[in-house]
Each structure stands twice: as C-alpha cells, then as structure tokens.
C-alpha cells in the first residue's frame, strides 16, 4: 500500500495518512503499530500525554522497518512548557520511543494561562537547528496563537494538527494556515464522534462510492491536501482508513458535504481548554 505525501513548507515529505495512537496502550499498541507499518504507514502520532511512546516504538522495532523510512511524530505536553523544559522533554520523548531523533514535534495545546507558548517555539526552533527534530509545529493553535509565535521569532509552524471532519471543517483557520504556509493535518478525522457518519449524506457517498462512511469522511480531507490520522487498534480498519486514493469526490459531493460543518463555535476551544 502507498500512500501519498504532501510537502512542507521546508520540503520535508509528510505521508498524508498516519497512525493515530491515541488510546492505545503497552503490547496491543506496539503490535498495532508493527501492523500498520507492515501493511505500508510511515508516519506514527504519538504525544508524551499518551504515556505510549515506549509502545510505539517498541512498535517500530518489532515491524523491522528501517527508523529513518518511518516519520515520528510526538508531543509536547502543557506541563513541559518553557524554553529548557521544552528541550529536556524533546529528548525524554526520543529516550522513551528508542529513536535518536524526532522528526515532528508539536506543543500540544496552546495553554495561553501559561503565557510560555513562545517560549516553547523558541525551544523547538532551537531543536530544528540542531537537527534533534525535523519539522517544529504545533497543534491546536488558532489563527491569533500562530500570530504570536510568527510576531514573536519571524517563524511559521509548518504544520498545526486540528480538529478537523466534514463536520468540523474549520475553514477559516485552515484559510489563515494555507495563506501563511502552515500544514493543516486533522485529528479526530473520522468525525465518529460529532455522529456525522450516520448523515444522509455520507451514507449516499459511501454506496455511491462502494466505499464505508469513514473512508468518505478520511477522503474528503486528503482530497484538499489535509493530512489524517485516524487511529485503529484493529488491521482491518487501519488498510481501511489509509485505502483512499481509487475515488475522486465530485465538486457536487464536497458541496453536499459542507452542509455537515457544524461550525467552529462546535471545535475544542483551545483558549478555554488546555490539556497538561
Ligand atoms: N492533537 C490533539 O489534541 C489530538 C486530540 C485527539 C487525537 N489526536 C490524535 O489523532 C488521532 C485520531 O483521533 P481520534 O483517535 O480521536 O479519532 P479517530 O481516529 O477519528 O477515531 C478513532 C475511533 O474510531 C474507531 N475507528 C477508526 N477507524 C475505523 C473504521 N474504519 N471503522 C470503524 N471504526 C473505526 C477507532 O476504534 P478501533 O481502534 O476499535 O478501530 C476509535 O474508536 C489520535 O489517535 C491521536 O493520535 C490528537
């Protein structure tokens, strides 16, 4: 299985699917892993909160595939912000995976009570020059917490991981992300839990198609460039999620399906909830 990748704004190659980890924990997320690789994954998406990076990489080792063909993915937690912090976390993350470096590495939630966004930015551009890590970003941000950092250091995140389905299409963050070289990936992007694959209308795709609802709902984000990380613990579901490029939704199709977005008063609010 191939999948495809989209390119960064520093010419790094993102596979537009990954393994989304979350949930998954010890020998089944490790053997989860192994699978998805075997079965043609190349990027893994994991976060310090997680307490799985120990799996994960155990995960990477069992599938025999070689390190540097896989993209790391992990995260740094609200409770290791700040500049030294942020370092020392980087390379706790590294330890834990058996990996000698990451090759994405995002602040996980904005937590602006913290006032140390900025902080953590400059750190993780300080690992980017010093090739501990491949591509700093971010995740969660809004429009207005990228603005500081870029105000702050003249940088852009190449990539920010949002909440994103058909029913959270979040069009003008990700208007604000395109027009200032940001990567939009999604997460939670099956939309399961918004309830949006009973809709009429992804069920009317999905026969169309001869596709399930999820593969619509994971279609119509690589479609755009949105790269995805649904998780599955089963090997089914994870060729599944990553069979998407045989079907090409019509323009009239991703109108239908605009009539699902719920709107972004519906997403996480990143200023109001902050995860540590
Ligand atoms: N940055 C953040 O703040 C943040 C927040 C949440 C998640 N994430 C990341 O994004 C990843 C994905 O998000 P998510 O786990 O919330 O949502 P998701 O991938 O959209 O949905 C996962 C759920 O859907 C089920 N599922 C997956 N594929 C399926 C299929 N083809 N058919 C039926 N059921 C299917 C999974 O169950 P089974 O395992 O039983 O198949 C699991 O219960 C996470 O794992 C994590 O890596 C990041």
Redesign the pocket.
């Known amino acids: 299985m191939e999948i495809p990748s989209v390119t960064l704004a520093s010419g790094f190659s993102l596979p537009l699917v990954?393994?989304?980890?979350?949930?998954?924990l010890g020998m089944p997320c490790a053997h989860?892993v192994s699978h998805a690789l075997g079965a043609g994954y190349r990027l893994l998406?994991?976060?310090s909160r997680?307490s799985n990076e120990r799996s994960v990489g155990m995960g990477i080792e069992e599938s025999g595939i070689d390190r540097a063909d896989v993209v790391v993915q992990t995260?740094l937690g609200g409770g290791d912000q700040g500049f030294d912090e942020a370092i020392n976390a980087a390379k706790d993350s590294a330890r834990r995976l058996g990996v000698a470096y990451l090759d994405v590495y995002?602040i996980?939630?904005p937590c602006p009570s913290l006032g140390k966004m900025v902080e953590s930015w400059k750190a993780l551009l300080t690992l980017a020059e010093e090739g501990f890590i491949r591509v700093p970003g971010v995740?969660?941000f809004k429009a207005h917490h990228l603005q500081a950092l870029y105000d702050e250091t003249g940088k852009w995140p190449e990539l920010n991981?949002?909440?994103c389905?058909p029913a959270l299409a979040r069009d003008g963050l990700r208007e604000f992300m395109q027009h200032n070289g940001i990567h939009a990936q999604?997460?939670?992007?099956?939309?399961?839990?918004e309830g949006m694959?009973a809709d009429a209308v992804v069920i009317r795709l999905a026969r169309k198609y001869g596709k399930?609802?999820?593969?619509i709902?994971?279609r119509w984000s690589v479609q755009q460039g949105i790269g995805?990380?649904?998780?599955?613990?089963?090997k089914?579901?994870?060729l599944?999620?990553a069979d998407l490029f045989d079907f090409e939704l019509t323009e009239a199709d991703v109108t239908d399906l605009a009539s699902l977005d719920r709107g972004e008063k519906a997403a996480?609010d990143s200023d109001v909830e902050e995860?540590f």
């Open positions: 990954g393994l989304g980890t979350y949930d998954m989860a998406d994991t976060a997680y995260k995002l996980h939630w995740s969660n991981q949002i909440q389905s999604a997460w939670h992007p099956t939309g399961r839990k694959l399930s609802p999820t593969q709902a994971l995805v990380v649904p998780k599955s613990a089963h089914g579901r994870q599944e999620n996480r995860e």
